[in-house]
T-cell receptor, first 114, second 112 residues
Framework: SQKIEQNSEALNIQEGKTATLTCNYT??????LQWYRQDPGRGPVFLLL?????KEKRKERLKVTFDTTLKQSLFHITASQPADSATYLC?????????????FGPGTRLSVLP | KAGVTQTPRYLIKTRGQQVTLSCSPI?????VSWYQQTPGQGLQFLFE???????NKGNFPGRFSGRQFSNSRSEMNVSTLELGDSALYLC???????????FGPGTRLTVT
């Protein structure tokens, strides 16, 4: 069956360290993968998109990698700050029965401790 | 540039009723997608509209329907509400549906 998982429900790290979040999937062939940030009571905010033929993307303190062989994406936040505390969601875009579908992972709740 | 807006923000309905939610995308965006978010199931894709046509569809029953108008504004309708329909309903707009999506604040629907 098709499944998308994120490494842990919650992750606590110390301010200044690098946070690494994992997104694993099975039985999908995604065209691309996205990462979003969601704060309580608000809609998700787009962070990064990486396509199947790309290995790595960077944006400021954020870096995402995509390994279609391992069926895994890693999301890194370097020099983390308490303001980075939020839930992070990965999302796959793939061809479904009715055209392009999006499926989201369950999210990882990141807490950056001062 | 104004963001995605959704109305109403909160709604309480009774089982068996129907409800219509509205979404106004970012100006110039032609694709609008709808999602249901619950603590147990996470964020689930309902459907996507592009140029007034439903282009993509998730695995939800026919009680969930939508439409898009010529100005790209979209509505989602849920008929014969069930308790399990209680959720945060999010819409997201994008230029063409194949890139980053911009989410609205959501409509919190409670079915009693």
């Amino acid at each position: 069956s098709q499944k998308i998982e994120q490494n842990s429900e919650a992750l606590n790290i110390q301010e200044g360290k690098t946070a690494t979040l994992t997104c694993n999937y099975t039985n999908y062939s995604p065209a691309y993968l996205q990462w979003y940030r969601q704060d309580p009571g608000r809609g998700p905010v787009f962070l990064l998109l990486i396509r199947e033929n790309e290995k790595e993307k960077r944006k400021e303190r954020l870096k995402v990698t995509f390994d279609t062989t391992l069926k895994q994406s890693l999301f890194h936040i370097t020099a983390s700050q308490p303001a980075d505390s939020a839930t992070y969601l990965c999302a796959l875009a793939f061809e479904g029965n009715y055209g392009q579908n999006f499926v989201f992972g369950p999210g990882t709740r990141l807490s950056v401790l001062p | 540039k104004a963001g995605v807006t959704q109305t109403p923000r909160y709604l309480i309905k009774t089982r068996g009723q129907q409800v219509t939610l509205s979404c106004s995308p970012i100006s110039g965006h032609r694709s609008v997608s709808w999602y249901q978010q619950t603590p147990g199931q996470g964020l689930q894709f309902l459907f996507e509209y592009f140029s007034e046509t439903q282009r993509n569809k998730g695995n939800f029953p026919g009680r969930f329907s939508g439409r898009q108008f010529s100005n790209s504004r979209s509505e989602m309708n849920v008929s014969t509400l069930e308790l399990g329909d209680s959720a945060l309903y999010l819409c997201a707009s994008s230029l063409d549906g194949n890139a980053e999506q911009y989410f609205g604040p959501g409509t919190r629907l409670t079915v009693t």
